[in-house]
């Protein structure tokens, strides 16, 4: 899932096509990360978070020249967040009967994560 789901747009220098749409010079073409990540051309059913499928690229922090210049930091972020929360609450686990409802067009995250922690 791309918590930055849209939001940042490019201006093709030239007429192009790209996937049978044609794109004229100055156009605003609006970049939806969000849904290229859940490309079904490129991804087995897209919506299962699937820890056994297999590495293939995706553009949670987009790319070329504007790609986000804290793709290596965030992820580290995350890490030490989630060391410190298991190191503290080696027991904790989801509400099984919860439903995660994800919200959000450009920034995209579940709204509520309710949790158990068992002692
Ligand atoms: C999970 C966390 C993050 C996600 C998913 C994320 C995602 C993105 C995406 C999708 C873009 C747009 C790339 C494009 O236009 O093609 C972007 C741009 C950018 N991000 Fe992040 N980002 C994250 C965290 C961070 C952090 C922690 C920093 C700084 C320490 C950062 C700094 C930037 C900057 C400066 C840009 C603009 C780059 C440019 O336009 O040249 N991001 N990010």
Redo the contacts with the bound molecule.
């Keep these: 899932m791309?918590?930055?789901f849209s939001g940042?747009s490019r201006v093709p220098n030239r007429d192009i096509e790209l996937s049978g749409v044609r794109l004229r010079q100055g156009d605003t073409v609006w970049?939806c990360?969000g849904s290229a990540n859940h490309d079904e051309a490129e991804f087995d059913r897209p919506e299962i978070y699937d820890f056994d499928r297999p590495a293939h690229g995706r553009?949670?922090?987009?790319?070329?020249?504007?790609?986000?210049?804290?793709?290596a930091?965030?992820p580290q972020?995350?890490r030490i967040a989630l060391e410190e929360l298991l190191a503290r609450h080696p027991r904790i686990r989801l509400e099984p009967d919860h439903e995660i409802i994800v919200r959000g067009w450009m920034f995209r995250g579940a709204t509520e994560l309710p949790v158990r922690m068992p002692r």
């Design positions: 791309s918590p930055l940042a970049l990360y553009l949670a922090f987009g790319t070329g020249r504007h790609a986000c210049s804290g793709s930091f965030a972020i995350a």
